[in-house]
Each structure stands twice: as structure tokens, then as C-alpha cells.
């Protein structure tokens, strides 16, 4: 609770001024530097995220090699350090001390970023992570809201300077110092780690961190081409409550708070939505809304100005609800993208430089965000872009990079696939899920009752299941892919294919040596009458040659579904979407105990008479 009180009021005080002085740029702007308000505020957003660019590296190591609770508190005296600069700064009303205050922040969240999101993995759970990432998003957004209300709010109050917001910082600044003193010890990962000060070699030794793992490097990619989206709508909002509806402070707040208030819902939705663990299939679910409602943002957008819309004005007008939903609906589906990435990249990434990690993702993050700012500076200045015109390049842009990703990297939508299987036709009731060991190799025997046996099972165990299934299973169309992707292992009879099945047998080799999780159908194929059929000899040769506890497993409730061999198929009953379904996981038994009729008996056992 203190380490979460203390960054949510870290965000807050970062977004009041943020919003206090982008509010104070467009709509007082004359007063200020009589600039281009666009620019300004794109050169803005640019100079806060200049320091992640350069500084992450060197502070990434900092977090690897001390303890974490004492740099926090570090840090929020620095914040206080800087109102008192920001309150000096709108006293004499000065443009350029305001943009380095407005660096000094970007600075200050550089040094806390790989300690806030290297600190979950050291005292959160497994099953703990995804709800944890998706509590500290929703309350870095629900402060960056508040920020986003109150900053502008207290720019507008009439002063001969903005006091109240200098005031309203320090207050923020001082709280935040206060509940971080009371964050619990936080041991270092790598107190022996000598620091590199070059941040330049530093820099280039921690994007090689993210290519130690190919799916932390994916992630790492997908999170920052995010940030990239979310840079381009969220910095254009003020602008584009002014420039493109005619709008003033409150209807910028409101728009603000749509978007803020999606993420929030989205990100916490995510734990839900994937049964506490880390679900990469939403990933492709929310690039799709992403771009969906990023397009329509486009097609939504007045085609002119109002005049002196209010809040009030804007939300009355039933014409403007469709602009309302999407800045919601593109938050919501923001939040499914970003949570399971960010939880990816904790659980994967070494623990002795998962801080290290996290400072090169923020570099990248820096660099995309960095490019986002040019690119609306220069689409909006010289090249003569409406807003709605740069969303709409943006959205397209996102389908563009979403298709690409998922090319290279099937498996995100390989777990789509899956996930969307397991959340529409059935809802599956799991009993026992502890029993899967969390690491070390393990073999996962259940009954065979349907096709879609191992994308159940793959969708609801937490660590990649490889399945071995008779091979014209393995092809048949569309199914192909998903097995395919989730590395599964065609095995076929000596008498069918003798290839096959040495081949079989030497990919279940490699499985185990990797320390993988096997998954099999002793019974060799699917039951055609809701029966468990005798379980084959093959188990015992696996375990004679490869000595691994297996966890027994019975589906349940599966028998006459969609996937079953009930019917025929064209004869096929109707069935009832959204079935409840059931899968027991049993003890594991030991490798010395396992023989193919004592695992038969223990998948009985759990079976009962629920087919």
C-alpha cells in the first residue's frame, strides 16, 4: 500500500503540472510565447521524454544494485526539489525554466521506472503478477486522471501567476516523501554489479539484455509501439478539444478523463479476462480495438469546430457520444494490450538484470515516444495535418505493425485463437491448477474427448504445454496453426509412419531436457463414446527413458460438445455456447510410480462419471 500510494501520487504530481502547463500553452499561449499550440505542445511531451532516453541505462543499474525502498524515498525528495524550482519558474514566467522543470520530471520518472516494475516480481506471486501490474496501471492512470482534471483546473483559476498550481505540486510532492518512508525493505538483485557512467556503452549493453529472450524482446517491441499510439492520441487531446470541436479547459479534461478512464477499466478487466495469469492472447484482441476505434475516431471528428463547447454542451449532444466511446473503447482495448506484455517482461526476464531490462524498455519506449512528437510536429506543422487526419494515420499504422508482429510471432495470435475458444464456446471451472509445478519438466496426461482437448488445456495452464496428438489431427486446417505454433508433436503408429514416430520420440526427448512441460492423450485418440479407452504403453517408454513426475488430468462435461464425437457432423446437435466445462488436475505421481494403468486410474478417479 505505500509503495502503490507513493507512485500513484508520483503520476499525479508529474500530470498536474503537465496539464497545467499544456493548458496554460494553448489556451493562454499568447501570454506565455505566442507560439504554434500544436508545436508547442508536441515539444512539450518530447522534452519530458527526452531523460528516458538518456538515463535509463545508468539508473536501470542503480535499481539492480540497491536496495529499492531507500532510493524511492531518494527520489521524492528530488520531486520536492523540483516544485520549489517549478514554483520559481511560473513566478518569473518563464517559458524555457518551465520546459527544464518539465525535463526535471521526465528525469524523475526515469529513476523510479525500472525500480517501480522491477520491485512486483520480488514480492508478488506468479499468479500474483498480472493483477498486481494491472492494480499499479489502473492507479498510475486513475493520478494521471486526477492529474489531467485538477492541473488545468488549477491553471485557470485567476492569478496574477498560477500559485495554486505551485502549491498544489509541492503539497503533492511533500505526501508522496511522506507514504514512501514506510515502504517495506526491497533487497538488491545485484549488489555486486560495478556501475557503468558511460550512458552511451550502458545503453547499448542494455538493449543486448532484450535479445538475451526473443518473447521478452517481442514484448519489449509491443509495449513501446504502444506507447508510440498512446503518445499520439493522448498528447493531441488538448489540442483537439480546442482546435477540432471548440472546445475549452473542462471539455479538454473530460475528453482526458475518457481515455484515462478506459485504460484504467481495460487494465483491470485483464486479470478477469485471463484467470490470473499471463494471457498474451488479449494482445492481439486489443491491437484489433485499437484500430478499429482509432479509425472511427477519424470518421467521428466534426468536420469544423463549435464555438465555446462546453463539457456539458459536448456530452448532451447525442452527435458526440460516438467521439466518446472511442476515446473510451481505445483506453479500454489499450489496457488489454499493454497489462500482458508488461507482465511477460517481469516474469521472463533474468532476475540478477530484470531492473536492466526495464530501463532498456524504457529507452525504447523514450525512442518511440521521442518519434511520435516529431512525427505529429512535422504532420501537423509543414506537411499541413488535421488531428483527425494524424489519428487516422496512426490507426492504420497500428494494423500495419499488428499484422507484422503477428507474422513473425504467431504464437500472440496462436494464444488469441485459443483464448477466444475458451472464453465463447466454453467456460471452463478448474480444480487444482497448483499442482502444475511452476518450473522443471513435468508431463501433463488427460482423457481425450474432443478436438479442442489440447487448446483447453494449453489455454489454462500457465506454462507452454507441448502436446503430442495423432498426426492427422495435428492437420487438420485452421487447428494446424494454433498446434503448430504451440509446438505440438505429431506422433503416429509404427505401422502408419515409422518417421513420425522416432521423430515423435525425439522432440518429447528435447522437451523434457529443456525442462518443458509435455502434454499427452494416453489413450491414442479420441473417445467415440464418452468412455476413457485403455491407456497405451507409450507413457511407460517415455518415463523408462525420461524419468518425470506427470500430473494426471480429466476434462469434464466435455462428451456431446461442439468439438466430441457424440454425433456425427452432420447430424450434430445444437449446442449451447458458453458451456461450463470442468478440468481437475490431479497430484503429480512420481516417475518410479507411474505405469500406464495407474494413470488411467488416477484420470478415472477425477473423471468420475462426469463425461
Not at 524555457?96 to 506471486?125: D, N, R
Not at 557512467?197 to 509495449?223: A, H, P, Q, Y
Amino acid at each position: 500500500m505505500p509503495f502503490f500510494i507513493t507512485q500513484g501520487l508520483g503520476a499525479f504530481n508529474d500530470n498536474i503540472f503537465k496539464n497545467a502547463l499544456a493548458a496554460l500553452l494553448v489556451f493562454k499561449g499568447s501570454q506565455i510565447a505566442g507560439l504554434n499550440t500544436n508545436q508547442v505542445v508536441n515539444l512539450s511531451a518530447m522534452v519530458f521524454i527526452l531523460p528516458f532516453f538518456l538515463f535509463s541505462a545508468l539508473f536501470g543499474q542503480f535499481a539492480d544494485k540497491f536496495e529499492k525502498s531507500i532510493q524511492i524515498r531518494r527520489i521524492k525528495l528530488f520531486e520536492i526539489v523540483i516544485m520549489l524550482l517549478a514554483t520559481l519558474a511560473f513566478w518569473i514566467n518563464s517559458l524555457p525554466l518551465l520546459l527544464f522543470v518539465l525535463f526535471l520530471l521526465g528525469l524523475q520518472s526515469t529513476i523510479f521506472g525500472p525500480i517501480k516494475y522491477g520491485i512486483l516480481p520480488q514480492v508478488l506471486a506468479r499468479e500474483e503478477l498480472i493483477g498486481g501490474n494491472a492494480l499499479i496501471e489502473m492507479g498510475t492512470f486513475v493520478a494521471i486522471l486526477a492529474g489531467t482534471i485538477a492541473g488545468p483546473q488549477l491553471a485557470g483559476i485567476e492569478a496574477g501567476w498560477p500559485y495554486w498550481v505551485s502549491a498544489a505540486c509541492l503539497l503533492v510532492a511533500v505526501a508522496g516523501y511522506r507514504f514512501s518512508v514506510n515502504i517495506p525493505v526491497a533487497e538488491a538483485m545485484s549488489p555486486g554489479l560495478k556501475i557503468n557512467w558511460n550512458i552511451f556503452t550502458e545503453t547499448v549493453r542494455n538493449l543486448k539484455f532484450l535479445n538475451e529472450n526473443r518473447t521478452v524482446l517481442n514484448s519489449v517491441l509491443g509495449i513501446s509501439w504502444f506507447w508510440f499510439f498512446g503518445a499520439i492520441f493522448l498528447v493531441q487531446i488538448p489540442a483537439y478539444s480546442q482546435n477540432v470541436i471548440g472546445g475549452d479547459e473542462n471539455l479538454m479534461s473530460t475528453l482526458l478523463a475518457l481515455f484515462i478512464m478506459g485504460i484504467s477499466t481495460g487494465s483491470l478487466l485483464c486479470e478477469r479476462l485471463s484467470g490470473k495469469q499471463v494471457e498474451i492472447g488479449l494482445v492481439p484482441f486489443g491491437a484489433i480495438g485499437l484500430t478499429l476505434f482509432g479509425l472511427d475516431l477519424y470518421f467521428a471528428s466534426p468536420a469544423s469546430p463549435g464555438i465555446d463547447v462546453s463539457a456539458l454542451d459536448f456530452l448532451s449532444n447525442g452527435a458526440n457520444w460516438r467521439i466518446s466511446a472511442d476515446l473510451l473503447l481505445i483506453g479500454i482495448f489499450g489496457g488489454f494490450y499493454i497489462v500482458p506484455l508488461y507482465a511477460l517482461v517481469q516474469q521472463r526476464a533474468s532476475p540478477e538484470h530484470r531492473s536492466r531490462v526495464i530501463a532498456g524498455l524504457n529507452i525504447l519506449n523514450a525512442l518511440f515516444m521521442v518519434t511520435a512528437a516529431v512525427m505529429a510536429m512535422l504532420l501537423l506543422g509543414p506537411a499541413g495535418f488535421s488531428i483527425p487526419e494524424l489519428f487516422l494515420m496512426t490507426a492504420i499504422l497500428n494494423a500495419v505493425v499488428a499484422i507484422y508482429i503477428f507474422t513473425v510471432v504467431p504464437e500472440f495470435l496462436m494464444r488469441f485463437l485459443v483464448w477466444m475458444l475458451i472464453h465463447t464456446i466454453y467456460r471452463v471451472s478448474v480444480k487444482g491448477i497448483d499442482n502444475i509445478p511452476a518450473e522443471g519438466p513435468v508431463i501433463v496426461a488427460s482423457n481425450h474427448v474432443s478436438f479442442a482437448d489440447p487448446l483447453i488445456i494449453g489455454g489454462i495452464i500457465r506454462r507452454p504445454v507441448n502436446f503430442v496428438m495423432y498426426y492427422k489431427i495435428f492437420r487438420i486446417p485452421v487447428l494446424n496453426f494454433i498446434f503448430r505454433t504451440g509446438k505440438a508433436i505429431p506422433i503416429a503408429s509404427r505401422a502408419e509412419h515409422p518417421e513420425i514416430l522416432d521423430q515423435a520420440y525425439r522432440r518429447i526427448h528435447q522437451v523434457l531436457d529443456c525442462g518443458d512441460v509435455l502434454g499427452i492423450f494416453p489413450e491414442g485418440g479420441i473417445t467415440h463414446d464418452g468412455n476413457i479407452q485403455p491407456f497405451k504403453s507409450g507413457i511407460d517408454k517415455i518415463i523408462g527413458e525420461k524419468p518425470v513426475a506427470v500430473v494426471p488430468v480429466a476434462l469434464c462435461h466435455l462428451w456431446g460438445s461442439l468439438f466430441s464425437r457424440r454425433d456425427p457432423l452432420l447430424k450434430r446437435r445444437p449446442y449451447k455456447l458458453w458451456a461450463k466445462i470442468e478440468l481437475r488436475i490431479g497430484t503429480p505421481i512420481p516417475p518410479q510410480e507411474v505405469t500406464a494403468a495407474r494413470l488411467q486410474e488416477e484420470v478415472q478417479r477425477l473423471r468420475g462419471d462426469d463425461r
